[in-house]
Protein backbone atom coordinates (compact mmCIF):
# COMPACT_ATOMS: atom_id res chain seq x y z
CA UNK A 1 0.00 0.00 0.00
CA UNK A 2 1.26 3.37 -0.75
CA UNK A 3 1.33 6.38 1.71
CA UNK A 4 -0.91 9.27 1.12
CA UNK A 5 0.59 12.42 -0.39
CA UNK A 6 -0.62 15.85 -0.62
CA UNK A 7 -1.02 15.35 -4.33
CA UNK A 8 -3.72 12.41 -4.08
CA UNK A 9 -5.44 13.50 -1.40
CA UNK A 10 -6.03 17.59 -1.57
CA UNK A 11 -9.40 18.61 -3.80
CA UNK A 12 -10.14 21.90 -3.74
CA UNK A 13 -10.96 22.28 -8.07
CA UNK A 14 -12.03 25.04 -10.07
CA UNK A 15 -15.57 25.24 -9.27
CA UNK A 16 -15.66 25.18 -5.40
CA UNK A 17 -12.92 28.29 -5.71
CA UNK A 18 -16.46 29.63 -7.65
CA UNK A 19 -18.65 28.50 -4.90
CA UNK A 20 -17.09 30.68 -2.78
CA UNK A 21 -17.28 33.43 -3.87
CA UNK A 22 -20.69 33.37 -4.91
CA UNK A 23 -21.69 32.25 -1.15
CA UNK A 24 -20.25 35.37 -0.31
CA UNK A 25 -22.21 37.55 -2.27
CA UNK A 26 -25.34 35.37 -1.40
CA UNK A 27 -25.27 35.72 1.87
CA UNK A 28 -26.04 39.50 1.80
CA UNK A 29 -29.61 37.62 0.88
CA UNK A 30 -30.54 35.33 3.68
CA UNK A 31 -31.86 34.94 7.08
CA UNK A 32 -30.51 31.92 8.47
CA UNK A 33 -28.03 29.79 7.48
CA UNK A 34 -28.17 25.81 7.78
CA UNK A 35 -24.85 24.16 7.95
CA UNK A 36 -24.80 20.44 7.48
CA UNK A 37 -22.35 18.53 8.67
CA UNK A 38 -21.23 14.74 9.07
CA UNK A 39 -22.52 13.45 12.56
CA UNK A 40 -19.78 10.83 12.00
CA UNK A 41 -16.79 13.48 12.51
CA UNK A 42 -18.14 16.82 12.82
CA UNK A 43 -15.09 18.98 13.83
CA UNK A 44 -13.29 17.41 10.29
CA UNK A 45 -16.52 18.03 8.17
CA UNK A 46 -16.68 21.65 9.17
CA UNK A 47 -14.76 24.30 6.78
CA UNK A 48 -13.09 27.20 8.94
CA UNK A 49 -13.33 29.48 6.05
CA UNK A 50 -17.14 29.25 6.27
CA UNK A 51 -17.02 31.05 10.28
CA UNK A 52 -15.29 33.63 8.40
CA UNK A 53 -17.88 34.59 5.62
CA UNK A 54 -21.42 33.61 7.45
CA UNK A 55 -20.13 35.79 10.14
CA UNK A 56 -23.23 36.79 12.74
CA UNK A 57 -25.48 35.39 10.63
CA UNK A 58 -28.05 33.04 12.76
CA UNK A 59 -26.96 29.69 12.09
CA UNK A 60 -28.66 25.91 12.43
CA UNK A 61 -26.34 23.25 12.76
CA UNK A 62 -27.26 19.81 10.75
CA UNK A 63 -25.43 16.55 11.53
CA UNK A 64 -26.62 15.11 8.88
CA UNK A 65 -25.64 11.45 8.31
CA UNK A 66 -27.25 10.25 11.78
CA UNK A 67 -27.98 6.81 10.56
CA UNK A 68 -24.40 5.64 10.31
CA UNK A 69 -23.23 7.51 13.28
CA UNK A 70 -22.54 5.83 16.66
CA UNK A 71 -26.62 7.41 18.91
CA UNK A 72 -24.50 7.67 21.90
CA UNK A 73 -21.75 9.96 19.98
CA UNK A 74 -24.18 12.04 18.39
CA UNK A 75 -25.89 12.99 22.20
CA UNK A 76 -22.43 13.90 23.59
CA UNK A 77 -22.19 16.22 20.53
CA UNK A 78 -25.39 17.64 20.58
CA UNK A 79 -24.99 18.17 24.59
CA UNK A 80 -21.68 19.82 23.25
CA UNK A 81 -23.24 22.80 20.96
CA UNK A 82 -25.48 23.12 23.03
CA UNK A 83 -22.89 24.27 25.85
CA UNK A 84 -21.77 26.32 23.60
CA UNK A 85 -24.95 28.06 22.92
CA UNK A 86 -25.13 26.84 19.05
CA UNK A 87 -28.90 25.53 18.07
CA UNK A 88 -27.73 21.74 16.71
CA UNK A 89 -29.81 18.77 15.95
CA UNK A 90 -29.25 15.36 14.09
CA UNK A 91 -30.73 14.22 11.39
CA UNK A 92 -31.14 11.73 8.42
CA UNK A 93 -32.23 13.41 5.50
CA UNK A 94 -33.63 10.07 4.45
CA UNK A 95 -36.62 10.24 7.13
CA UNK A 96 -39.00 12.64 6.49
CA UNK A 97 -39.93 13.08 10.20
CA UNK A 98 -36.32 13.24 11.00
CA UNK A 99 -36.52 16.15 8.40
CA UNK A 100 -39.29 17.45 10.27
CA UNK A 101 -37.18 18.30 13.25
CA UNK A 102 -35.02 20.40 11.48
CA UNK A 103 -38.24 21.96 9.71
CA UNK A 104 -39.37 22.91 13.21
CA UNK A 105 -36.26 24.47 14.24
CA UNK A 106 -35.97 26.17 11.03
CA UNK A 107 -39.11 27.65 12.12
CA UNK A 108 -38.27 28.83 15.34
CA UNK A 109 -35.45 30.48 13.64
CA UNK A 110 -37.55 32.70 10.93
CA UNK A 111 -40.63 32.85 13.04
CA UNK A 112 -42.43 36.49 12.42
CA UNK A 113 -39.91 37.09 9.75
CA UNK A 114 -43.02 36.36 6.84
CA UNK A 115 -41.15 34.78 3.43
CA UNK A 116 -37.24 33.85 4.16
CA UNK A 117 -34.77 32.44 2.63
CA UNK A 118 -32.31 30.08 4.10
CA UNK A 119 -28.70 28.97 2.47
CA UNK A 120 -27.69 24.76 3.17
CA UNK A 121 -24.00 24.84 3.62
CA UNK A 122 -21.31 21.92 4.14
CA UNK A 123 -18.36 20.17 2.61
CA UNK A 124 -19.54 16.90 0.02
CA UNK A 125 -21.34 14.15 1.13
CA UNK A 126 -22.64 15.47 4.33
CA UNK A 127 -26.51 15.15 3.56
CA UNK A 128 -27.32 18.75 2.13
CA UNK A 129 -29.43 17.22 -0.65
CA UNK A 130 -30.86 15.12 1.58
CA UNK A 131 -32.06 17.78 3.94
CA UNK A 132 -33.44 19.75 0.98
CA UNK A 133 -35.57 17.40 -0.80
CA UNK A 134 -37.20 17.07 3.19
CA UNK A 135 -37.39 19.81 3.44
CA UNK A 136 -39.18 20.39 0.14
CA UNK A 137 -41.06 16.89 0.12
CA UNK A 138 -39.98 16.58 -3.50
CA UNK A 139 -36.67 15.42 -5.08
CA UNK A 140 -35.62 18.61 -5.85
CA UNK A 141 -31.79 18.43 -5.12
CA UNK A 142 -29.46 15.69 -6.73
CA UNK A 143 -28.25 13.23 -4.58
CA UNK A 144 -25.66 10.66 -4.58
CA UNK A 145 -23.33 8.81 -2.75
CA UNK A 146 -20.40 10.56 -3.95
CA UNK A 147 -18.57 13.89 -3.06
CA UNK A 148 -18.73 16.75 -6.32
CA UNK A 149 -22.36 16.12 -7.14
CA UNK A 150 -23.63 19.67 -7.06
CA UNK A 151 -21.71 22.01 -8.87
CA UNK A 152 -24.14 25.42 -8.86
CA UNK A 153 -25.89 27.64 -6.27
CA UNK A 154 -29.99 27.44 -6.74
CA UNK A 155 -32.97 28.50 -5.06
CA UNK A 156 -35.62 25.77 -4.00
CA UNK A 157 -38.89 26.71 -3.22
CA UNK A 158 -39.49 24.80 0.11
CA UNK A 159 -42.96 26.68 0.82
CA UNK A 160 -45.06 29.51 0.24
CA UNK A 161 -42.97 31.04 3.03
CA UNK A 162 -39.85 29.55 2.59
CA UNK A 163 -36.76 29.21 -0.31
CA UNK A 164 -33.82 27.63 0.40
CA UNK A 165 -30.51 27.76 -1.30
CA UNK A 166 -28.72 24.75 -2.31
CA UNK A 167 -24.89 25.10 -2.65
CA UNK A 168 -21.86 22.79 -3.52
CA UNK A 169 -20.11 20.99 -0.96
CA UNK A 170 -16.62 23.23 -0.23
CA UNK A 171 -13.87 21.47 1.25
CA UNK A 172 -11.02 23.42 3.40
CA UNK A 173 -8.10 23.83 0.47
CA UNK A 174 -5.93 22.13 2.08
CA UNK A 175 -6.60 19.06 3.98
CA UNK A 176 -4.13 19.25 7.85
CA UNK A 177 -3.66 15.71 8.52
CA UNK A 178 -3.18 12.00 7.14
CA UNK A 179 -6.15 11.29 9.75
CA UNK A 180 -8.26 13.95 8.55
CA UNK A 181 -7.67 12.60 4.86
CA UNK A 182 -8.52 9.01 5.27
CA UNK A 183 -11.30 10.06 7.58
CA UNK A 184 -13.09 12.52 4.73
CA UNK A 185 -11.71 10.03 2.10
CA UNK A 186 -13.97 7.12 3.61
CA UNK A 187 -17.09 9.45 4.57
CA UNK A 188 -17.33 10.39 0.75
CA UNK A 189 -15.78 14.17 0.83
CA UNK A 190 -13.23 13.45 -1.34
CA UNK A 191 -13.65 11.69 -4.92
CA UNK A 192 -12.62 8.42 -5.06
CA UNK A 193 -10.20 9.19 -7.99
CA UNK A 194 -7.94 11.18 -5.37
CA UNK A 195 -6.98 8.55 -3.15
CA UNK A 196 -6.14 5.16 -2.59
CA UNK A 197 -9.05 3.02 -1.31
CA UNK A 198 -6.67 0.01 -0.32
CA UNK A 199 -4.54 2.35 1.77
CA UNK A 200 -7.46 4.00 2.86
CA UNK A 201 -8.92 0.96 4.37
CA UNK A 202 -6.29 -0.06 6.04
CA UNK A 203 -5.68 2.81 7.94
CA UNK A 204 -9.20 2.55 9.12
CA UNK A 205 -8.72 -0.98 9.79
CA UNK A 206 -6.27 -0.23 11.85
CA UNK A 207 -8.09 2.95 13.96
CA UNK A 208 -10.87 0.23 13.77
CA UNK A 209 -9.29 -2.12 15.75
CA UNK A 210 -8.10 -0.13 18.22
CA UNK A 211 -11.23 2.42 18.58
CA UNK A 212 -14.61 -0.13 18.24
CA UNK A 213 -13.11 -3.56 18.72
CA UNK A 214 -16.35 -5.28 19.21
CA UNK A 215 -17.33 -4.15 15.96
CA UNK A 216 -14.90 -6.67 14.87
CA UNK A 217 -14.14 -4.26 11.61
CA UNK A 218 -12.99 -6.70 8.80
CA UNK A 219 -9.58 -5.61 6.90
CA UNK A 220 -9.54 -5.85 2.97
CA UNK A 221 -9.03 -9.74 2.73
CA UNK A 222 -11.13 -10.72 5.48
CA UNK A 223 -13.63 -8.78 3.78
CA UNK A 224 -12.54 -10.24 -0.04
CA UNK A 225 -13.13 -13.82 1.01
CA UNK A 226 -15.68 -13.02 2.67
CA UNK A 227 -17.80 -11.98 -0.20
CA UNK A 228 -15.95 -13.78 -2.93
CA UNK A 229 -13.82 -11.60 -4.37
CA UNK A 230 -10.83 -14.02 -4.80
CA UNK A 231 -9.52 -14.89 -8.28
CA UNK A 232 -7.62 -18.39 -9.36
CA UNK A 233 -4.62 -19.43 -7.54
CA UNK A 234 -6.74 -17.69 -4.01
CA UNK A 235 -5.53 -14.44 -4.69
CA UNK A 236 -7.93 -11.71 -3.73
CA UNK A 237 -9.46 -9.07 -5.96
CA UNK A 238 -8.32 -6.46 -4.41
CA UNK A 239 -9.22 -3.74 -6.79
CA UNK A 240 -13.40 -4.66 -7.19
CA UNK A 241 -12.97 -5.55 -3.27
CA UNK A 242 -11.86 -2.42 -2.05
CA UNK A 243 -14.69 -0.84 -4.33
CA UNK A 244 -17.30 -2.53 -2.58
CA UNK A 245 -15.61 -2.33 0.94
CA UNK A 246 -16.22 1.62 0.68
CA UNK A 247 -19.65 0.84 -0.33
CA UNK A 248 -20.37 -1.07 2.73
CA UNK A 249 -18.88 1.24 4.71
CA UNK A 250 -20.99 3.99 3.14
CA UNK A 251 -24.02 2.04 3.44
CA UNK A 252 -23.47 1.60 7.12
CA UNK A 253 -22.68 -2.40 6.97
CA UNK A 254 -19.94 -2.33 8.89
CA UNK A 255 -21.54 -0.37 11.99
CA UNK A 256 -22.73 2.93 12.88
CA UNK A 257 -18.75 4.76 13.70
CA UNK A 258 -18.43 8.34 14.94
CA UNK A 259 -14.58 9.15 14.10
CA UNK A 260 -14.26 12.31 17.18
CA UNK A 261 -15.30 13.26 20.33
CA UNK A 262 -16.82 16.58 21.24
CA UNK A 263 -13.16 18.50 22.99
CA UNK A 264 -13.04 17.43 26.40
CA UNK A 265 -12.65 21.37 27.85
CA UNK A 266 -15.58 22.33 26.99
CA UNK A 267 -18.02 19.13 27.64
Known amino acids: ?9 QWFPGHMVRAMRLLEERLALVDVVIEVLDARLPLMSSN ?34 AAQNRPAIAVDGRIQPSVNRAR ?28 INGLAKRTAAKTENKAGVTRQLRWIRANAQLEVMDTPGILVPKIPTAE ?21 IGRFHAWAAVHVPKLDVPD ?7 RGFVRRGDEIDAHNAAGAYMRAFGEGKLGRITFEEPPEAAV
Open 104 to 131: AELDRFVAGRGPSRAIVIGIPNTGKSSL
Open 180 to 200: AQWMLALTGALPRERYDPEDV
Open 48 to 81: PELDRIVGTRPRLVILGRDDLADPFATRRWLAWY
Open 1 to 9: MTEPTEQQI
Open 220 to 226: LERFARA
